[in-house]
Protein backbone atom coordinates (compact mmCIF):
# COMPACT_ATOMS: atom_id res chain seq x y z
CA UNK A 1 0.00 0.00 0.00
CA UNK A 2 1.01 3.23 -0.69
CA UNK A 3 -0.77 6.72 1.31
CA UNK A 4 -0.30 9.81 -0.61
CA UNK A 5 -0.61 13.48 0.94
CA UNK A 6 -0.97 16.56 -1.13
CA UNK A 7 -0.61 19.91 0.04
CA UNK A 8 -0.63 23.56 -1.39
CA UNK A 9 -3.84 24.45 -2.23
CA UNK A 10 -5.07 26.99 -1.64
CA UNK A 11 -6.81 30.43 -2.45
CA UNK A 12 -5.55 32.85 -5.35
CA UNK A 13 -6.48 35.12 -7.75
CA UNK A 14 -6.50 35.16 -11.62
CA UNK A 15 -2.72 35.38 -12.79
CA UNK A 16 -1.09 33.61 -9.49
CA UNK A 17 1.02 30.81 -8.85
CA UNK A 18 0.73 27.69 -6.89
CA UNK A 19 2.92 25.04 -6.19
CA UNK A 20 1.43 21.79 -5.70
CA UNK A 21 3.58 18.58 -3.33
CA UNK A 22 2.11 14.95 -3.12
CA UNK A 23 4.31 12.59 -0.81
CA UNK A 24 4.14 8.84 -0.51
CA UNK A 25 4.56 6.79 2.38
CA UNK A 26 7.28 4.79 0.87
CA UNK A 27 9.39 4.52 -2.47
CA UNK A 28 7.81 3.68 -5.79
CA UNK A 29 9.18 0.45 -7.97
CA UNK A 30 9.80 1.24 -11.35
CA UNK A 31 8.53 1.80 -13.96
CA UNK A 32 5.58 3.85 -12.38
CA UNK A 33 3.59 6.98 -13.31
CA UNK A 34 2.89 9.91 -10.99
CA UNK A 35 0.53 12.56 -11.91
CA UNK A 36 -2.04 15.06 -11.17
CA UNK A 37 -5.58 14.69 -11.80
CA UNK A 38 -8.52 17.39 -11.20
CA UNK A 39 -11.92 17.46 -10.55
CA UNK A 40 -14.43 20.68 -10.94
CA UNK A 41 -17.74 20.55 -9.19
CA UNK A 42 -20.49 18.78 -11.54
CA UNK A 43 -17.32 17.39 -14.33
CA UNK A 44 -15.81 14.34 -14.64
CA UNK A 45 -12.11 13.84 -13.27
CA UNK A 46 -9.51 14.68 -15.70
CA UNK A 47 -6.23 13.96 -15.89
CA UNK A 48 -4.08 17.21 -15.39
CA UNK A 49 -0.37 16.26 -16.34
CA UNK A 50 1.72 12.84 -15.22
CA UNK A 51 5.45 12.03 -15.49
CA UNK A 52 6.71 8.84 -16.61
CA UNK A 53 9.11 7.11 -14.29
CA UNK A 54 11.40 7.94 -17.25
CA UNK A 55 11.07 10.94 -17.70
CA UNK A 56 8.32 11.49 -19.73
CA UNK A 57 5.49 13.87 -19.31
CA UNK A 58 1.70 14.30 -20.67
CA UNK A 59 0.18 17.76 -19.86
CA UNK A 60 -3.78 18.14 -20.71
CA UNK A 61 -4.15 21.02 -23.39
CA UNK A 62 -6.10 23.62 -21.23
CA UNK A 63 -2.86 22.81 -18.56
CA UNK A 64 0.33 22.94 -21.57
CA UNK A 65 2.86 25.74 -21.03
CA UNK A 66 1.18 27.14 -17.94
CA UNK A 67 1.83 24.17 -15.51
CA UNK A 68 4.93 21.80 -15.37
CA UNK A 69 5.12 18.61 -13.27
CA UNK A 70 8.38 17.25 -11.87
CA UNK A 71 9.42 13.99 -9.31
CA UNK A 72 11.98 13.89 -6.96
CA UNK A 73 12.23 10.32 -6.60
CA UNK A 74 14.71 10.85 -3.47
CA UNK A 75 11.96 12.28 -1.51
CA UNK A 76 9.17 9.98 -3.68
CA UNK A 77 7.42 13.07 -3.98
CA UNK A 78 5.66 14.60 -7.27
CA UNK A 79 4.84 18.43 -8.01
CA UNK A 80 2.61 20.67 -9.23
CA UNK A 81 4.06 24.12 -10.41
CA UNK A 82 0.88 26.09 -11.92
CA UNK A 83 1.46 29.36 -13.08
CA UNK A 84 -0.88 31.55 -14.90
CA UNK A 85 -3.87 30.41 -13.19
CA UNK A 86 -7.44 30.86 -14.43
CA UNK A 87 -10.36 30.56 -12.97
CA UNK A 88 -11.53 27.49 -15.03
CA UNK A 89 -8.32 25.70 -13.08
CA UNK A 90 -10.88 25.57 -10.01
CA UNK A 91 -11.15 22.26 -8.90
CA UNK A 92 -9.98 19.54 -6.62
CA UNK A 93 -6.61 18.26 -7.38
CA UNK A 94 -5.65 14.79 -6.61
CA UNK A 95 -2.69 12.76 -7.08
CA UNK A 96 -1.90 10.10 -8.30
CA UNK A 97 0.61 7.16 -8.72
CA UNK A 98 0.67 4.40 -10.82
CA UNK A 99 2.86 1.55 -9.64
CA UNK A 100 3.01 -1.62 -12.03
CA UNK A 101 -0.85 -2.95 -12.00
CA UNK A 102 -1.89 -1.01 -8.96
CA UNK A 103 -3.34 2.93 -8.70
CA UNK A 104 -3.09 4.96 -5.61
CA UNK A 105 -4.78 8.28 -5.29
CA UNK A 106 -4.92 11.12 -2.16
CA UNK A 107 -6.99 12.74 -0.96
CA UNK A 108 -7.12 15.96 -2.75
CA UNK A 109 -6.25 19.74 -2.30
CA UNK A 110 -8.83 22.40 -3.53
CA UNK A 111 -7.03 25.07 -5.57
CA UNK A 112 -9.71 28.29 -6.21
CA UNK A 113 -9.08 30.83 -8.18
CA UNK A 114 -11.19 34.04 -8.57
CA UNK A 115 -11.49 36.21 -11.22
Known amino acids: QVQLVESGGGLVQAGDSLRLSCAASRSIFPPNVMGWYRQAPGKQRELVATIHSGGNTIYADSVRGRFTISRDNARNAVYLQMNSLKPEDTAVYYC?????????WGQGTQVTVSS
Open 96 to 104: NIKERLRDY
